[in-house]
Protein backbone atom coordinates (compact mmCIF):
# COMPACT_ATOMS: atom_id res chain seq x y z
CA UNK A 1 0.00 0.00 0.00
CA UNK A 2 1.53 3.87 -1.21
CA UNK A 3 1.09 5.92 1.71
CA UNK A 4 0.99 9.74 0.91
CA UNK A 5 0.03 12.58 3.14
CA UNK A 6 -1.70 15.87 2.18
CA UNK A 7 -0.86 18.68 4.78
CA UNK A 8 -3.54 21.52 5.00
CA UNK A 9 -1.74 24.99 5.45
CA UNK A 10 -3.14 27.40 3.35
CA UNK A 11 -5.20 29.47 6.13
CA UNK A 12 -4.36 33.01 6.94
CA UNK A 13 -4.76 32.69 10.69
CA UNK A 14 -6.50 35.64 11.50
CA UNK A 15 -7.04 35.21 15.04
CA UNK A 16 -2.96 35.36 15.52
CA UNK A 17 -3.13 38.83 14.71
CA UNK A 18 0.46 38.86 13.16
CA UNK A 19 1.65 39.02 9.63
CA UNK A 20 3.28 35.82 9.89
CA UNK A 21 1.65 33.26 7.84
CA UNK A 22 -0.24 31.19 11.17
CA UNK A 23 1.87 27.67 10.33
CA UNK A 24 5.10 29.51 10.68
CA UNK A 25 4.65 30.62 14.21
CA UNK A 26 6.79 28.60 16.21
CA UNK A 27 6.35 25.96 18.87
CA UNK A 28 9.70 25.48 20.71
CA UNK A 29 12.81 25.93 17.93
CA UNK A 30 10.23 24.60 15.12
CA UNK A 31 7.23 26.07 12.95
CA UNK A 32 3.82 24.53 13.53
CA UNK A 33 4.28 23.05 10.13
CA UNK A 34 7.55 21.59 10.89
CA UNK A 35 6.29 19.84 13.89
CA UNK A 36 3.57 17.86 11.75
CA UNK A 37 6.13 17.34 8.68
CA UNK A 38 7.78 15.64 11.37
CA UNK A 39 5.33 13.43 12.61
CA UNK A 40 4.18 12.79 9.12
CA UNK A 41 7.80 11.63 8.58
CA UNK A 42 7.19 8.65 10.75
CA UNK A 43 4.74 7.05 8.83
CA UNK A 44 6.89 6.88 5.91
CA UNK A 45 4.90 8.05 3.51
CA UNK A 46 6.18 8.40 -0.40
CA UNK A 47 5.63 11.67 -0.81
CA UNK A 48 4.07 14.81 1.66
CA UNK A 49 1.86 17.52 -0.53
CA UNK A 50 1.35 20.90 1.59
CA UNK A 51 -1.58 22.83 0.64
CA UNK A 52 -0.67 26.78 0.92
CA UNK A 53 -2.14 29.71 0.42
CA UNK A 54 -1.84 32.52 2.18
CA UNK A 55 2.15 34.19 2.44
CA UNK A 56 3.06 31.17 0.71
CA UNK A 57 6.11 31.97 -0.89
CA UNK A 58 7.44 32.35 2.75
CA UNK A 59 6.17 29.08 3.97
CA UNK A 60 8.08 27.64 0.64
CA UNK A 61 11.40 29.30 1.73
CA UNK A 62 11.19 28.39 5.51
CA UNK A 63 10.73 24.54 5.15
CA UNK A 64 13.22 25.03 1.91
CA UNK A 65 14.93 22.06 3.31
CA UNK A 66 12.02 19.96 3.91
CA UNK A 67 11.80 17.54 0.24
CA UNK A 68 7.83 18.51 0.34
CA UNK A 69 5.21 19.12 -2.81
CA UNK A 70 4.02 22.38 -2.76
CA UNK A 71 0.26 23.04 -4.03
CA UNK A 72 -0.97 26.43 -4.29
CA UNK A 73 -4.81 26.81 -3.27
CA UNK A 74 -5.40 30.28 -4.49
CA UNK A 75 -8.88 30.77 -2.84
CA UNK A 76 -9.52 29.16 0.49
CA UNK A 77 -12.87 28.22 -0.44
CA UNK A 78 -12.72 25.09 2.33
CA UNK A 79 -10.72 22.12 3.65
CA UNK A 80 -12.81 19.55 1.27
CA UNK A 81 -11.67 22.37 -2.19
CA UNK A 82 -7.76 22.24 -0.46
CA UNK A 83 -7.83 18.39 -0.64
CA UNK A 84 -9.07 18.86 -4.50
CA UNK A 85 -6.37 21.15 -5.05
CA UNK A 86 -3.63 18.21 -3.86
CA UNK A 87 -5.09 15.11 -4.94
CA UNK A 88 -3.99 15.25 -9.12
CA UNK A 89 -0.52 15.10 -7.56
CA UNK A 90 -1.34 11.66 -5.63
CA UNK A 91 -0.15 8.67 -6.88
CA UNK A 92 -3.67 6.63 -8.04
CA UNK A 93 -4.56 3.62 -5.56
CA UNK A 94 -3.08 4.95 -2.34
CA UNK A 95 -4.08 5.79 0.83
CA UNK A 96 -4.37 9.33 1.62
CA UNK A 97 -3.48 10.62 5.06
CA UNK A 98 -5.12 14.58 5.83
CA UNK A 99 -3.01 16.65 8.09
CA UNK A 100 -3.49 19.85 9.13
CA UNK A 101 -0.85 22.21 9.65
CA UNK A 102 -1.71 24.15 12.86
CA UNK A 103 -1.88 20.93 14.70
CA UNK A 104 1.23 20.23 15.89
CA UNK A 105 1.16 17.83 18.50
CA UNK A 106 -0.60 15.18 16.77
CA UNK A 107 1.50 12.11 17.62
CA UNK A 108 2.60 9.52 15.15
CA UNK A 109 1.00 6.33 17.13
CA UNK A 110 -2.81 7.84 16.54
CA UNK A 111 -1.70 8.26 12.84
CA UNK A 112 -0.40 4.87 12.22
CA UNK A 113 -3.62 3.85 14.08
CA UNK A 114 -5.96 5.78 12.01
CA UNK A 115 -4.02 4.55 8.58
CA UNK A 116 -4.21 0.82 9.92
CA UNK A 117 -7.87 1.55 10.06
CA UNK A 118 -8.32 2.34 6.25
CA UNK A 119 -7.12 -1.48 5.63
CA UNK A 120 -10.55 -2.01 4.79
CA UNK A 121 -10.63 -0.15 1.92
CA UNK A 122 -13.05 2.82 4.24
CA UNK A 123 -12.66 5.87 5.20
CA UNK A 124 -11.62 6.96 8.62
CA UNK A 125 -11.19 9.78 10.73
CA UNK A 126 -9.38 10.68 13.98
CA UNK A 127 -11.82 12.06 16.73
CA UNK A 128 -11.46 12.82 20.44
CA UNK A 129 -13.39 13.73 23.33
CA UNK A 130 -13.16 16.79 24.75
CA UNK A 131 -14.06 18.91 27.49
CA UNK A 132 -15.35 22.08 25.98
CA UNK A 133 -16.48 21.02 22.32
CA UNK A 134 -17.63 24.27 21.27
CA UNK A 135 -16.10 25.54 17.87
CA UNK A 136 -15.13 22.07 16.52
CA UNK A 137 -17.23 20.01 14.11
CA UNK A 138 -19.12 17.39 15.80
CA UNK A 139 -18.99 13.69 15.30
CA UNK A 140 -22.78 12.22 14.96
CA UNK A 141 -23.10 8.55 15.20
CA UNK A 142 -26.26 6.92 15.35
CA UNK A 143 -27.96 4.45 18.04
CA UNK A 144 -25.44 1.21 17.02
CA UNK A 145 -22.33 3.71 17.59
CA UNK A 146 -21.88 3.92 13.21
CA UNK A 147 -20.62 7.07 12.27
CA UNK A 148 -22.94 8.83 10.16
CA UNK A 149 -20.98 12.18 9.36
CA UNK A 150 -19.34 15.20 10.87
CA UNK A 151 -21.36 18.55 11.24
CA UNK A 152 -19.68 21.82 11.99
CA UNK A 153 -20.10 23.58 15.07
CA UNK A 154 -21.62 27.03 12.98
CA UNK A 155 -24.32 24.46 11.37
CA UNK A 156 -24.72 22.03 13.91
CA UNK A 157 -28.81 22.13 15.93
CA UNK A 158 -28.84 22.42 19.65
CA UNK A 159 -28.71 18.65 19.83
CA UNK A 160 -25.86 18.22 18.05
CA UNK A 161 -23.98 20.95 19.78
CA UNK A 162 -23.87 18.91 23.18
CA UNK A 163 -21.97 15.85 21.41
CA UNK A 164 -18.77 15.92 23.07
CA UNK A 165 -16.55 13.63 20.33
CA UNK A 166 -15.19 15.87 17.59
CA UNK A 167 -13.71 15.84 14.70
CA UNK A 168 -9.56 16.19 15.05
CA UNK A 169 -9.44 17.38 10.85
CA UNK A 170 -7.19 14.51 10.54
CA UNK A 171 -8.92 11.99 8.35
CA UNK A 172 -7.39 8.39 6.08
CA UNK A 173 -8.98 7.74 2.63
CA UNK A 174 -8.02 6.01 -0.48
CA UNK A 175 -7.51 8.18 -3.91
CA UNK A 176 -10.50 6.23 -4.85
CA UNK A 177 -12.81 7.47 -2.25
CA UNK A 178 -11.41 11.44 -2.25
CA UNK A 179 -11.99 11.37 -5.90
CA UNK A 180 -15.28 9.97 -6.20
CA UNK A 181 -16.17 11.94 -2.99
CA UNK A 182 -15.27 14.99 -3.11
CA UNK A 183 -16.35 16.72 -6.30
CA UNK A 184 -20.01 15.94 -5.04
CA UNK A 185 -19.40 17.97 -1.96
CA UNK A 186 -21.75 21.33 -1.93
CA UNK A 187 -20.96 24.53 0.01
CA UNK A 188 -24.45 25.33 1.33
CA UNK A 189 -23.58 25.51 4.59
CA UNK A 190 -23.70 28.58 6.84
CA UNK A 191 -19.69 29.59 6.29
CA UNK A 192 -20.62 28.74 2.02
CA UNK A 193 -17.09 26.23 1.88
CA UNK A 194 -16.55 23.10 0.56
CA UNK A 195 -16.41 21.14 3.64
CA UNK A 196 -13.70 17.94 3.62
CA UNK A 197 -16.11 16.05 6.32
CA UNK A 198 -18.80 16.03 3.89
CA UNK A 199 -17.22 13.47 2.24
CA UNK A 200 -18.40 10.91 5.28
CA UNK A 201 -21.79 11.78 4.87
CA UNK A 202 -21.91 11.01 1.42
CA UNK A 203 -19.87 7.77 2.05
CA UNK A 204 -22.31 6.95 4.35
CA UNK A 205 -25.18 7.48 2.57
CA UNK A 206 -24.08 5.09 -0.02
CA UNK A 207 -23.79 2.41 2.25
CA UNK A 208 -20.16 2.58 3.12
CA UNK A 209 -19.01 2.54 6.74
CA UNK A 210 -16.84 5.21 8.27
CA UNK A 211 -14.06 4.10 10.76
CA UNK A 212 -13.17 5.91 13.98
CA UNK A 213 -10.24 6.35 15.88
CA UNK A 214 -10.32 7.78 19.16
CA UNK A 215 -7.06 10.46 20.20
CA UNK A 216 -5.12 9.83 22.73
CA UNK A 217 -4.94 13.10 24.73
CA UNK A 218 -7.25 16.58 24.08
CA UNK A 219 -3.40 17.88 23.77
CA UNK A 220 -2.50 15.92 20.98
CA UNK A 221 -5.39 17.16 18.64
CA UNK A 222 -5.44 21.20 20.01
CA UNK A 223 -5.05 23.13 16.94
CA UNK A 224 -3.66 26.17 17.17
CA UNK A 225 -5.69 29.48 16.26
CA UNK A 226 -5.05 32.65 18.38
CA UNK A 227 -2.03 33.02 20.43
CA UNK A 228 -3.86 31.72 23.71
CA UNK A 229 -3.77 28.04 22.11
CA UNK A 230 -0.23 28.42 20.71
CA UNK A 231 1.02 29.12 23.86
CA UNK A 232 -0.78 26.01 25.37
CA UNK A 233 0.87 23.97 23.22
CA UNK A 234 4.05 25.69 23.77
CA UNK A 235 3.68 24.81 27.31
CA UNK A 236 2.35 20.98 26.78
CA UNK A 237 5.52 20.54 24.46
CA UNK A 238 7.87 21.77 27.26
CA UNK A 239 5.84 19.41 29.76
CA UNK A 240 6.57 16.45 27.72
CA UNK A 241 10.52 17.09 27.07
CA UNK A 242 10.62 18.02 30.84
CA UNK A 243 8.75 14.54 31.60
CA UNK A 244 11.26 12.73 29.15
CA UNK A 245 14.42 14.42 31.57
CA UNK A 246 13.07 13.78 34.18
CA UNK A 247 12.19 9.48 33.28
CA UNK A 248 16.12 9.68 31.83
CA UNK A 249 16.81 9.82 35.40
CA UNK A 250 17.87 14.11 34.68
CA UNK A 251 16.98 15.67 37.64
CA UNK A 252 15.17 18.89 36.54
CA UNK A 253 14.09 21.17 39.97
CA UNK A 254 10.65 22.51 38.28
CA UNK A 255 8.97 20.56 35.02
CA UNK A 256 7.46 23.55 34.73
CA UNK A 257 10.31 26.38 34.77
CA UNK A 258 11.65 24.37 31.93
CA UNK A 259 12.29 25.30 28.34
CA UNK A 260 14.34 23.41 25.20
CA UNK A 261 14.45 25.07 22.04
CA UNK A 262 16.11 22.18 20.61
CA UNK A 263 17.85 19.48 21.51
CA UNK A 264 19.11 18.93 25.26
CA UNK A 265 21.66 15.46 25.25
CA UNK A 266 22.41 14.63 29.10
CA UNK A 267 24.91 12.38 30.69
CA UNK A 268 23.77 10.97 34.06
CA UNK A 269 22.95 12.04 37.30
CA UNK A 270 22.11 16.20 35.59
CA UNK A 271 20.24 17.90 37.69
CA UNK A 272 18.73 21.41 36.44
CA UNK A 273 17.52 24.49 38.61
CA UNK A 274 14.47 26.52 37.49
CA UNK A 275 14.28 28.96 34.71
CA UNK A 276 17.18 27.39 32.28
CA UNK A 277 16.68 27.78 28.40
CA UNK A 278 18.16 25.99 26.32
CA UNK A 279 18.60 26.54 22.45
CA UNK A 280 20.32 24.68 19.77
CA UNK A 281 22.41 21.61 20.28
CA UNK A 282 23.47 21.28 24.05
CA UNK A 283 24.98 18.91 25.34
CA UNK A 284 25.95 17.85 29.24
CA UNK A 285 28.41 15.54 30.40
CA UNK A 286 27.57 12.87 33.54
CA UNK A 287 27.08 14.94 36.72
CA UNK A 288 26.53 18.35 35.26
CA UNK A 289 24.84 20.90 36.93
CA UNK A 290 23.16 24.04 35.40
CA UNK A 291 21.94 26.56 38.57
CA UNK A 292 18.74 29.01 37.90
CA UNK A 293 18.42 31.41 35.18
CA UNK A 294 20.62 30.12 32.69
CA UNK A 295 21.03 30.37 29.05
CA UNK A 296 22.72 27.76 27.12
CA UNK A 297 22.75 28.03 23.18
CA UNK A 298 24.95 25.18 21.53
CA UNK A 299 26.86 24.43 23.84
CA UNK A 300 29.10 21.16 25.33
CA UNK A 301 29.52 20.78 29.14
CA UNK A 302 32.14 18.15 30.43
CA UNK A 303 31.55 15.88 32.97
CA UNK A 304 31.37 17.22 36.79
CA UNK A 305 31.32 20.81 35.52
CA UNK A 306 29.15 23.55 37.31
CA UNK A 307 27.46 26.31 35.80
CA UNK A 308 26.29 28.75 38.43
CA UNK A 309 22.48 30.74 38.56
CA UNK A 310 22.31 33.74 35.94
CA UNK A 311 24.96 32.73 33.31
CA UNK A 312 24.56 33.02 29.48
CA UNK A 313 26.68 30.73 27.67
CA UNK A 314 26.72 30.67 23.47
CA UNK A 315 28.76 28.54 21.24
CA UNK A 316 30.83 27.48 23.73
CA UNK A 317 32.77 24.28 24.97
CA UNK A 318 33.25 23.41 28.56
CA UNK A 319 35.53 21.15 30.15
CA UNK A 320 35.03 18.59 32.60
CA UNK A 321 35.20 19.65 36.32
CA UNK A 322 34.65 23.47 35.18
CA UNK A 323 32.96 26.24 37.32
CA UNK A 324 31.35 28.94 35.19
CA UNK A 325 29.46 32.00 37.04
CA UNK A 326 27.58 33.37 38.55
CA UNK A 327 26.99 35.75 36.50
CA UNK A 328 28.91 34.57 33.27
CA UNK A 329 28.95 35.16 29.77
CA UNK A 330 30.70 32.76 27.58
CA UNK A 331 30.19 33.99 23.88
CA UNK A 332 31.17 32.22 20.61
CA UNK A 333 34.14 30.43 20.76
CA UNK A 334 34.99 30.25 23.88
CA UNK A 335 36.79 26.88 25.14
CA UNK A 336 37.46 26.11 28.39
CA UNK A 337 39.89 23.13 29.04
CA UNK A 338 39.07 21.01 31.91
CA UNK A 339 39.07 22.48 35.51
CA UNK A 340 39.21 25.71 34.56
CA UNK A 341 37.19 28.72 36.53
CA UNK A 342 35.46 31.53 35.52
CA UNK A 343 33.73 33.43 37.66
CA UNK A 344 30.91 36.51 37.75
CA UNK A 345 31.08 39.38 35.90
CA UNK A 346 33.49 37.80 33.26
CA UNK A 347 32.78 37.95 29.61
CA UNK A 348 34.65 35.87 26.83
CA UNK A 349 34.72 35.64 23.33
CA UNK A 350 37.08 33.86 20.79
CA UNK A 351 38.70 32.84 24.27
CA UNK A 352 40.68 29.74 24.98
CA UNK A 353 40.95 28.92 28.63
CA UNK A 354 43.75 26.56 29.47
CA UNK A 355 43.81 23.77 32.08
CA UNK A 356 43.04 25.00 35.46
CA UNK A 357 43.23 28.54 34.65
CA UNK A 358 41.26 31.02 36.42
CA UNK A 359 39.59 33.79 35.55
CA UNK A 360 37.44 35.06 38.33
CA UNK A 361 35.90 38.18 38.75
CA UNK A 362 34.97 41.28 36.43
CA UNK A 363 36.95 40.69 33.19
CA UNK A 364 36.75 40.30 29.94
CA UNK A 365 39.08 38.14 27.61
CA UNK A 366 38.47 38.31 23.96
CA UNK A 367 40.71 36.99 20.69
CA UNK A 368 42.79 35.48 23.54
CA UNK A 369 44.62 31.91 24.20
CA UNK A 370 45.40 30.81 27.25
CA UNK A 371 47.80 28.26 28.67
CA UNK A 372 47.36 25.77 32.02
CA UNK A 373 47.08 27.24 35.14
CA UNK A 374 46.94 30.93 34.47
CA UNK A 375 45.85 33.33 37.35
CA UNK A 376 43.90 36.78 35.65
CA UNK A 377 43.51 39.12 39.03
CA UNK A 378 39.61 40.99 39.11
CA UNK A 379 39.15 43.84 36.40
CA UNK A 380 41.95 42.57 33.84
CA UNK A 381 40.82 43.74 30.19
CA UNK A 382 41.84 42.28 27.10
CA UNK A 383 42.41 45.28 24.52
CA UNK A 384 41.61 43.04 21.27
CA UNK A 385 40.07 45.87 19.11
CA UNK A 386 41.56 49.02 17.94
CA UNK A 387 38.78 50.30 16.47
CA UNK A 388 39.25 48.82 13.23
CA UNK A 389 40.95 45.11 13.56
CA UNK A 390 40.41 42.76 16.52
CA UNK A 391 44.52 41.38 17.75
CA UNK A 392 44.98 38.61 19.51
CA UNK A 393 46.52 37.74 22.81
CA UNK A 394 48.79 34.83 24.27
CA UNK A 395 49.22 33.94 27.55
CA UNK A 396 51.75 31.06 28.36
CA UNK A 397 51.37 28.12 30.99
CA UNK A 398 51.15 29.55 34.73
CA UNK A 399 51.11 33.73 34.22
CA UNK A 400 49.89 35.66 36.37
CA UNK A 401 48.08 39.08 35.51
CA UNK A 402 47.48 41.69 38.76
CA UNK A 403 43.87 42.81 39.23
CA UNK A 404 43.19 46.10 36.96
CA UNK A 405 45.63 45.33 34.53
CA UNK A 406 44.71 46.10 30.46
CA UNK A 407 46.95 43.88 28.20
CA UNK A 408 47.04 46.05 24.34
CA UNK A 409 46.31 43.07 21.73
CA UNK A 410 48.47 42.11 19.61
CA UNK A 411 50.16 41.12 22.77
CA UNK A 412 52.25 37.77 24.44
CA UNK A 413 53.36 37.60 27.41
CA UNK A 414 55.65 33.94 27.96
CA UNK A 415 55.07 30.67 30.17
CA UNK A 416 55.33 32.20 34.01
CA UNK A 417 55.06 36.13 33.21
CA UNK A 418 53.84 37.92 35.42
CA UNK A 419 51.77 41.24 35.32
CA UNK A 420 51.79 43.87 38.22
CA UNK A 421 48.46 45.16 39.32
CA UNK A 422 47.27 48.25 37.70
CA UNK A 423 49.58 47.93 34.69
CA UNK A 424 48.82 48.77 31.05
CA UNK A 425 50.86 46.37 28.90
CA UNK A 426 51.30 47.44 25.46
CA UNK A 427 55.03 45.08 24.69
CA UNK A 428 55.50 41.19 25.07
CA UNK A 429 56.92 39.63 28.60
CA UNK A 430 59.37 37.64 27.74
CA UNK A 431 59.33 34.15 30.22
CA UNK A 432 59.17 34.66 33.90
CA UNK A 433 59.59 38.32 33.27
CA UNK A 434 57.51 40.39 35.56
CA UNK A 435 56.17 43.29 33.69
CA UNK A 436 55.04 46.16 35.44
CA UNK A 437 53.09 49.03 33.27
CA UNK A 438 51.96 51.80 35.38
CA UNK A 439 53.24 55.23 36.72
CA UNK A 440 55.50 55.28 39.99
CA UNK A 441 54.01 55.55 43.62
CA UNK A 442 55.18 59.37 44.94
CA UNK A 443 54.31 60.05 48.11
CA UNK A 444 54.49 63.78 49.63
CA UNK A 445 55.87 64.81 52.88
CA UNK A 446 54.21 67.59 54.25
CA UNK A 447 51.18 68.12 52.06
CA UNK A 448 47.97 69.69 53.74
CA UNK A 449 44.38 69.14 52.74
CA UNK A 450 42.55 71.67 51.20
CA UNK A 451 40.80 74.21 53.54
CA UNK A 452 37.04 74.84 53.26
CA UNK A 453 36.81 78.49 51.74
CA UNK A 454 34.25 80.68 53.15
CA UNK A 455 33.08 82.12 49.99
CA UNK A 456 31.76 78.94 48.93
CA UNK A 457 28.36 79.41 49.95
CA UNK A 458 26.61 77.78 47.66
C1 LIG B 1 -11.90 22.03 10.90
C2 LIG B 1 -12.96 20.98 10.64
C3 LIG B 1 -13.70 20.65 11.93
C4 LIG B 1 -12.70 20.19 12.96
C5 LIG B 1 -11.61 21.22 13.15
C6 LIG B 1 -10.51 20.66 14.03
C7 LIG B 1 -13.74 21.33 8.37
C8 LIG B 1 -14.78 21.92 7.50
N1 LIG B 1 -13.88 21.49 9.67
O1 LIG B 1 -12.56 23.22 11.28
O2 LIG B 1 -14.64 19.63 11.71
O3 LIG B 1 -13.37 19.97 14.20
O4 LIG B 1 -11.01 21.56 11.89
O5 LIG B 1 -9.57 21.64 14.32
O6 LIG B 1 -12.82 20.69 7.86
N2 LIG B 1 -7.38 25.14 5.14
C9 LIG B 1 -6.84 25.23 3.89
N3 LIG B 1 -7.63 25.69 2.88
C10 LIG B 1 -8.92 26.05 3.08
C11 LIG B 1 -9.46 25.96 4.37
C12 LIG B 1 -8.66 25.51 5.39
O7 LIG B 1 -5.69 24.90 3.67
O8 LIG B 1 -9.56 26.46 2.09
C13 LIG B 1 -6.54 24.66 6.24
C14 LIG B 1 -6.29 25.69 7.32
O9 LIG B 1 -5.11 26.44 7.06
C15 LIG B 1 -6.13 24.82 8.56
C16 LIG B 1 -7.01 23.62 8.27
O10 LIG B 1 -7.21 23.60 6.89
O11 LIG B 1 -4.80 24.37 8.71
C17 LIG B 1 -8.33 23.70 9.01
O12 LIG B 1 -9.05 24.83 8.57
P1 LIG B 1 -9.88 25.71 9.58
O13 LIG B 1 -10.52 26.78 8.80
O14 LIG B 1 -9.06 26.07 10.73
O15 LIG B 1 -11.02 24.67 9.99
P2 LIG B 1 -11.87 24.68 11.32
O16 LIG B 1 -12.95 25.66 11.17
O17 LIG B 1 -10.98 24.78 12.48
CA1 LIG C 1 -8.79 25.39 12.90
Given at each position: MNLEVIILAAGQGTRMRSPLPKVLHKVADKSLLE???????????????????????????????????????????GTGHAVLQALPAVQPGSTVLILYGDVPLIDSGSLKALVAATGNGNPALLTAKVAVPQGYGRVIRDV??????????????????????????????????LAHYLPLVGNQNKQGEYYL???????????????????GSEMDILGVNDRLQLSAVEREYQRRQAHNL???????????????????????????????????K????????????????????????????????????????????PFARLRVGTKLANGSRIGNFVETK???????????????????????????????????????????????????????STLVAPLEVGDQGFVAAGSTITKPVATEQLAV??????????????????????
Open positions: HVIIAARQLSPSNIHVVVGHGSQQVKAELAAHSLNWVDQQEQLSGAVLGVVEDKDANPQERLVDEINTGVMAASTRDPDILGLAVAEGRVVGAVLALRQGVSVADPERLDIRGSLACGDNVSIDINVIFEGVELGDGVSIGPNCVLRNVTVGAGAAIHAMSHLEDAIVGDHCSVGKASIGAGSKVNHLSYIGDSSLGAEVNIGAGTITCNYDGVNKHQTILGDGVFVGSNGRGKQRNIKGWSRPNKTNNDKG
